[in-house]
């Protein structure tokens, strides 16, 4: 079913313009939007469980104060039902997959497009490609990520979304009300053909209550206008997916560090091809990771959950030259340090989860703060070559150090969390993480070679090593992380 934002926007459209990654999951915390009495080609239908036990279905046309005014096409007649008599309303939606996809692919291959020629033609490296095949190869890869996610927000958008009125208080039933008269297809007053069910009767039997009941919706309820108004029914267990992207702060720390021991410069690669340069030290990463959430709301503000967090995989090589020895010009000596890291962790939080009905509210901020334990590995190791654990046959020496530990560690966390119904939600997360490791000081090898340019040797190949010192230094692995959260809730 269409329906239009306060701007007069087709809120479908609306929807489906949430779809480059981060721009799209903002504009989806954003909705829904306040709207003004604008009429729609339909409204959204309604289904109405009455606490007598009848069922009424129909198209919402208006919301006249504390009446729904419902359409059933099939017979051509309208209802006119009174809020109090309704014990559960459903709304049915219409599935926007097919548009999140579409817009999707069209944004998300715009924006690799664009980002593709603005970095410019590749002057450097193994493999190179020139502006116009990154934007190729961005368009590509960034519509089909931007696709996937809208089309998973549409259909997560499009999912029918419930309400139980029994155990609302009274003033709780006027922003039913409220919020209803999005769905309706207009919001002014239209005269009913038929009442299907009237209105309820005083005591007395005379004459319709309409102002008792409206007075018992905002007058006689007994609470403060801003007192807080306990809501319905909510999901107690929760279930997330993260997919993020994970900045560590180990990677500064141990770059830092083969700066001091000197393995910081520009080395430039010959081959028959061409000729390229790398700047060390390189650092090689994969930022984009998956963690797993699940939580348990001892109350409507307070939970208790398990976070699977991993800290992804992390490799930084340093190169140097050996001074002072007599070489031959096309095998001069060099070497190379090479420091990488991952690790796993699982954290006991506490959170502030104020969960909101859904279905009157869609937004909701969680904050997460939590201790855990985890594996660390961290490794050393000096060589002739940067990528010596590719190709270890290849080499004479490699000097190694693994450091296998545990350790306990921090987490904190803020979620914004947009709620599609009371099962599905979308969150835009942020954490800082904190995992210390110490390995302690050591020396390591870093073996190299050469051709002796001396007369007296005749150009034999000479094996030796440098001895390097490395400091006793605490890293800290964890890091800041971005990231968006897919949740269901039981």
């Not at 502030?352 to 009905?357: A, E, L, S, V």
């Amino acid at each position: 079913m269409a329906m239009r934002n306060n701007n007069g926007i087709d809120a479908g459209k609306a929807s489906s313009m949430k779809i480059p990654w981060v721009g799209l999951l903002i504009a989806v915390l954003l909705l829904p939007g306040i709207a003004p009495a604008v009429e729609k080609k339909s409204g959204n239908k309604l289904t109405l469980t009455l606490k007598n036990g009848s069922i009424v279905e129909g198209e919402l046309l208006t919301v006249m104060e504390d009446r729904l005014i419902l359409f059933d096409s099939n017979s051509s007649t309208d209802a006119n039902i009174w809020i109090g008599e309704v014990a559960r309303i459903q709304v049915q939606k219409k599935s926007k997959f097919l548009p999140g996809l579409g817009l999707g692919i069209l944004i998300g291959g715009a924006t690799g497009a664009v980002l593709g020629l603005f970095s410019g033609n590749d002057e450097t490296g193994w493999i190179r490609f020139t502006a116009g095949q990154k934007a190729f190869g961005g368009a590509l890869g960034f519509g089909l990520l931007a696709g996937a996610v809208g089309g998973i927000i549409g259909a997560i958008a499009g999912i029918d979304e419930s309400i139980d009125l029994g155990s609302l208080p009274p003033p709780a039933l006027d922003q039913v009300l409220t919020k209803l008269k999005y769905y309706a297809r207009v919001s002014g007053k239209i005269t009913p053909t038929v009442k299907i069910v009237p209105a309820p009767i005083t005591a007395e039997g005379s004459k319709p209550a309409e102002k008792e009941a409206k007075s018992t919706f905002s007058e006689k309820s007994g609470l403060e206008s801003n007192q807080t108004i306990p809501l319905g029914k909510y999901c107690r267990f929760h279930l997330s997916l993260g997919l993020g992207y994970f900045q560590s702060f180990g990677i500064s720390q141990l770059e830092n560090i083969i700066r001091d021991i000197g393995f910081a410069g520009k080395r430039t690669n010959s081959s028959f091809f061409e000729s390229y340069t790398i700047e060390y030290p390189s650092v090689k990463q994969d930022p984009i990771l998956l963690d797993l959430l699940v939580e348990y709301s001892l109350s409507r503000k307070f939970a208790l959950g398990l976070v699977y967090a991993p800290l992804g995989e992390h490799t930084i090589s340093g190169w140097r030259t050996i001074p002072n020895k007599d070489y031959r010009f096309d095998y001069f000596p060099e070497t190379y340090f090479v420091g990488s890291y991952n690790g796993r962790m699982v954290f006991l939080t506490a959170s502030y989860f104020p969960i909101p009905d859904a279905f009157l509210k869609k937004t909701s901020l969680k904050l997460t703060a939590g201790f855990g334990y985890g594996k660390l590995e961290m490794d050393y190791y000096g060589s002739e070559h940067e990528y010596i654990d590719q190709n270890p046959g290849l080499y004479s020496t490699i000097d190694k150090k693994n450091f296998s530990k545990s350790s306990a560690g921090a987490l904190l966390s803020a979620e914004l969390i947009f709620l599609f119904n009371p099962h599905w939600s979308l969150g835009i997360n942020a954490d800082y993480k904190y995992v210390p490791i110490n390995c302690g000081g050591f020396v390591i090898d870093c073996p190299y070679y050469y051709y002796d340019a001396s007369p007296s040797s005749g150009g034999s190949l000479i094996f030796d090593a440098l001895h390097i010192n490395i400091p006793d230094r605490t890293y800290n692995l964890g890091g800041l992380g971005v990231g968006v959260h897919f949740s269901y809730h039981f």
